[in-house]
């Protein structure tokens, strides 16, 4: 039976749109569930979206939405970016779910029952960017040490879970378990905070202040505070407490987490599944933060990168790669775009690239693009160490990718890349091809370089799959077969002589930095960055452009297209208009809303769609806002 593997990423929170840091943990995540397909493990990938709290009725305010339709609209944004970004997860779970909210509602009425919970008035520091009381001793200088804002004195009657009964148990489970938190520092972390007395939880919150959020089982007059509700969704998406899913991946569970976030997962969680009679997670991966000129990531500091623009810049797999490759997990990493075309052109199109061009070449300069047969008599001979380098490049790679040292695991394949170009400039088959006696010679030499390259496909596979996928292809190979898995990989002499192999490819062209310059973050506005004013025009000129205000009655997004949608408008005639708008706007957000359009520009065809007409908007780094008017007037009302 396949031993099972179970992968998740925190659910991300909807108050705001997905940014370089939640591509980074479930690309993470994705890597971890892809490396444990290698070793033919049954797996389960989970992520989702924590929809619940004041800030999200806070977010939802600011957008004039009803909480509701705001959680819709960010969850799809996240749900729909991780394919973009090459993210496979088994499942994708969201706080508003029947489903999930039912199994909240069972496990705080089992605590209840067992009397881990209580009602008391209480006053604290709350701080609503965490959505969570704070101590003084918590604070840095009076303010939350992840928002840097003062918390707010809040007095109310709440219910509370006694966390304090569980504390020596905890203590001594983190203690006694191998790796339960890591990296080993985010061990201590945890373990130097539960030297202080462990306060219980308040878990509640009064309807009188917040209604959105899921009603507590015993008391219809509160709802339960967000992170015992989000937590519990990595037991609820399988099923708890009779589901198949749980049986079979529970407690297998990997929890993938930004350091953050480490309080609640790694102390408000086990206490919780303790309390619950649920067995404790396998283990809690805790990653650092990606900065930004030596500041982390913030909406509020205009710094937040958009993994879209980068992945369809740069491309997927160096996208991917870059992240995996160049953040050590557990510490914090600085992010630039310069180091990432450096990575692209040093280890993927001067190292890997180049060996694969090179080899690929050769089999088609010298044996006519097929594998060649090889001689055992001169096979040894011909061999070099070179299986041996491939042997210990899969054991350590293996066993870093397994405690998640993921750039451990690229550098191990990356030093056998550099032994494979070595054995090349050894081994020297362009002087073994001018001489017929050694043609066995070459024959084996290209060979293994071939076999080097499969094995090397196989690894990359977790970080880089469409690679390795385009690899597999011009080896001759399938790759739509399991190629990848570890068994194959520690298996040489795999290639089978006589495959034809299509034309040599390039994997990875180098980057111009100077053409790749442009700035992926959002919110930052440069005060030369705005246009030119355009030359002067006469109101006669101007007078030829019709301006009218026009109300949207029907909006959608056109298949293929990321930036644009489609919209149906009434000018006092019913019109279609093509706008590229969707980075900012959604459907849902537009339909009644009055725009101002160009309404006698020439028709022209985008996407297939004819648009006839243009809206206008003002387009700053951020991207487009609609020109709007102060009140409702009739469709079809011209500008003046």
Known sequence: ??????????????????????????????????????????????????????????????????????????????????????????????????????????????????????????????????????????LENGKCPDHETEPEVIKESNYFFKMSRYQDWLVDHIRNTPDFIRPQRYKNEALAFLKEPLEDLCISRPKSRLKWGITLPFDNNYVTYVWFDALLNYVSALGYPTGDLFETFWPASQHVVAKDILKPHGI?????????????????????????????????????????????????????????????????????????VQRINSDLANDL??????????????????????????????????????????????????????????????????????????????????????????????????????????????????????????????????????????TWNSMKPGTRLPKSTVLFPRVDPVEKAVDTTVGRQAADSRPEIKP??????????????????????????KKILKLEVDLGQKRTIVAGIAQNYTPEDLVGKQIIIVANLKPAKLMGIVSNGMLIAAVDDSGPTLAALDKPVDPGTPLR
């Open 536 to 561: 002067e025009i006469t109101l006669e000129e101007f007078g030829k452009i019709d301006l009218r205000v026009a109300t949207v009655i029907h909006a959608e997004r056109i298949p293929r297209a």
């Open 268 to 340: 408000y969680w086990p206490i919780m599944l303790k309390a619950a009679g649920i067995p404790i997670y396998k283990h809690l991966n805790v990653h650092g933060y990606w900065n930004i000129e030596d500041s982390k990531m913030s909406k509020s500091l205009g710094n937040v990168v958009e993994p879209i623009e980068l992945k369809n810049i740069y491309g997927l797999d160096a996208f991917r790669f870059f992240l995996i490759r160049d953040m050590v997990f557990g510490l914090d990493s600085s992010f630039s775009e310069a180091s990432l």
């Open 353 to 490: 690239g180049n060996l694969f061009s090179r080899v690929l070449s050769m089999v088609h300069k010298y044996f006519d693009g097929v594998v060649p047969e090889v001689e055992p008599t001169v096979e040894a001979e011909c061999e070099l160490g070179l299986v041996a380098n491939a042997q210990t490049a899969i054991a350590d790679y293996e066993g870093f990718m397994e405690s998640f040292q993921f750039h451990n695991a690229l550098q191990a394949v990356w030093k056998f890349i550099s032994e494979m170009n070595k054995y090349v400039d050894v081994t020297a088959p362009w002087e073994l091809a001018k001489k017929k006696s050694s043609r066995k010679s070459l024959s084996v030499v290209i060979y293994n370089l071939l076999e080097g390259l499969r094995i090397i496909s196989g690894l990359i596979y977790p970080v880089m799959h469409d690679t390795a996928a385009k690899m597999q292809k011009h080896l001759g190979l399938d790759p739509k077969m399991s190629f990848y898995h570890l068994d194959q990989l520690k």
């Open 1 to 138: 039976m396949a031993r099972p593997f179970y992968v998740t990423t925190p659910i991300y929170y909807v108050n705001a749109r997905p940014h370089l840091g939640h591509a980074y943990t479930t690309i993470v995540a994705d890597v971890a569930a892809r490396f444990h397909t290698m070793r033919a493990c049954d797996v389960y990938f989970l992520t989702g979206t924590d929809e619940h709290g004041d800030k999200v009725v806070r977010a939802a305010k600011k957008e004039n939405m009803t909480p509701r339709n705001y959680v819709d609209t960010i969850s799809r944004l996240f749900r729909e970016l991780w394919p973009e970004l090459g993210i496979k997860n088994s499942a994708f779970i969201r706080t508003t779910d029947s489903a999930h909210m039912s199994v909240v509602e069972q496990v705080l009425q089992k605590i209840y029952d067992a009397g881990d919970i209580y009602f008391a008035e209480y006053e604290g520091l709350y701080c609503f960017g965490c959505e969570r009381f704070y101590t003084e001793r918590e």
